[in-house]
C-alpha cells in the first residue's frame, strides 16, 4: 500500500505534476487536511475527483491557486477580497466569490460562485508552482467519512483508486479552511468556520460577520460543508459538554477528553491534549478519530471544546460527526 506515498524529493514532485498534468489525481498535503487534487481547469480530471470521493456532482470543490494574483484572474474582483487576500494568504481562508467561466461550471457544481484559496503548506505551493494551473481539491476523503490529516489516513481510505500521495506529514492545523461567502462585500458571511476566526475576519474587513446559518440536512445548501452528516467515523459519537467528563468509560466505550487527565488508569481514556491547549485539541481532532475508527468501540464520548476561537469550529466538525 505504501508505495502510493511519495517523500517530498524533486523526482516525487516531478512524478506528482507529471499526473496532474496528465488529468490523473493526486493527494496533497494541505495546512489543513490533505486534498484530493486535479487541475481544476480540466474537466476530465474534475470529474475523476467526483468519482473517486464518491462525492455528489452538485457539491462544489475548491479551487486552490499558487498566489493571490492567481486566484483573481480566475473570479471578479472585490476589494473585500482583496483585503481579507493580503491578511490571510496563503493560509486556510477559502472566498467565495463569483466565478469568471475560465472555471469550469463541473468545479463549481453549476452555481455562479467559486470557492478559492490560497494554501500554505511548502509542499502544496512548490507544486502548484511545477505545475502551473489551479487544482480542484476536496478533503481527500470518502465522500462523508473523516477528513485525514496524515498520508496514512488517504492511503487506507482512497489507496486502491489513486497513484499518488504526497507525504506532508501531520497537518498544521488539523480542521478545514474557513468558508467565507463575500459575493456581497457588505455582507459577508461565514459558511464553514475553521481556522480563521469571525473576530479576524471582522477586524480585517471593517464590519460584522452574518451570523452562521445553523446546519440542515438534506435540502439543497450553499455550502457542502453545511450538510449536517459529514466527518463522521462509522463508531457511534455522543458529545459530552466540556468539563462533564468523569469517571470511567462504560464497557465498550471509549473517552476523548480535551486535556489529559489528573487521575487515568483506564486504557480506553484518550486525550487530544496535554493541557488543553485549542489548536493541538483541533490538530489532533480528525486524527485520534481515525485511529479509534480502528478499534472496536462501540460509541466515543467526546468532550465538546470551549464555544470560542478555534473550539468554535472544532465543535462544529464534533456536532456533524456525531449526527446520526
Ligand atoms: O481546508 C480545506 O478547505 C480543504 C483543503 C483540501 O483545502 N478542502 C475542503 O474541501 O475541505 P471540501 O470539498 O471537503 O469542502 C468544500 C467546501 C464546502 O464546505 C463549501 O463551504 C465550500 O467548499 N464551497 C465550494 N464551492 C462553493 C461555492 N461555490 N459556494 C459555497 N461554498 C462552496
Ligand atoms: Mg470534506
Not at 461550471?105 to 489551479?134: C, E, W, Y
Not at 480528525?286 to 465538546?304: A, C, F, I, R, W
Request: net charge neutral.
Amino acid at each position: 500500500m505504501h508505495h502510493l506515498i511519495f517523500e517530498p524529493s524533486s523526482a516525487a514532485f516531478d512524478k506528482c505534476a507529471a499526473l496532474l498534468r496528465s488529468d490523473e489525481l493526486v493527494a496533497v498535503p494541505t495546512e489543513t487536511v490533505y486534498g484530493l487534487a486535479g487541475n481544476a481547469l480540466s474537466e476530465i480530471a474534475v470529474r475523476k475527483i467526483f468519482t473517486v470521493k464518491g462525492r455528489p456532482l452538485i457539491d462544489p470543490l475548491i479551487t486552490h491557486f499558487k498566489d493571490a494574483e492567481s486566484a483573481f484572474s480566475h473570479t471578479v474582483y472585490t476589494r473585500a477580497a482583496e483585503s481579507l487576500a493580503s491578511a490571510f494568504w496563503p493560509g486556510p481562508l477559502t472566498l467565495v466569490c463569483e466565478k469568471l467561466p475560465v472555471i469550469p461550471d463541473l468545479v463549481t457544481a453549476g452555481l455562479k460562485s467559486a470557492a478559492i484559496r490560497v494554501p500554505s503548506q511548502p509542499h502544496m505551493q512548490r507544486l502548484l508552482r511545477l505545475v502551473d494551473f489551479p487544482l480542484a481539491a476536496p478533503s481527500a476523503n470518502p465522500f462523508g467519512y473523516v477528513s485525514p490529516t496524515q498520508s496514512e489516513h488517504v492511503a487506507k481510505t482512497l489507496g486502491h483508486k489513486i497513484q499518488a500521495i504526497l507525504d506532508g506529514g501531520s497537518c498544521e492545523h488539523g480542521l478545514e479552511s474557513t468558508v467565507l461567502d463575500i459575493r456581497n462585500p457588505s455582507k459577508p458571511s461565514i459558511l464553514r468556520p475553521g481556522p480563521v476566526s469571525a473576530e479576524k475576519i471582522e477586524s480585517v474587513l471593517g464590519c460584522e460577520l452574518l451570523p452562521v446559518q445553523p446546519s440542515t440536512s438534506g435540502v439543497a445548501q450553499t455550502s457542502p460543508g453545511q450538510l449536517m452528516k459529514h466527518y463522521s467515523p462509522k463508531t457511534a459519537i455522543e458529545i459530552v459538554e466540556h468539563g462533564d467528563l468523569e469517571g470511567l468509560p462504560p464497557k465498550g466505550s471509549a473517552f476523548i477528553a480535551n486535556r489529559k487527565p489528573a487521575l487515568n488508569d483506564s486504557k480506553d481514556v484518550y486525550w487530544l491534549s496535554e493541557d488543553g491547549d485549542i489548536t493541538t485539541i483541533a490538530r489532533n481532532f480528525y486524527s485520534l478519530l481515525q485511529k479509534l475508527d480502528q478499534m472496536k468501540y462501540k460509541q466515543l464520548l467526546v468532550e465538546n471544546a470551549p464555544n470560542r476561537g478555534l473550539g468554535i469550529a472544532l465543535n462544529d466538525r464534533l456536532r456533524r460527526a456525531a449526527s446520526k
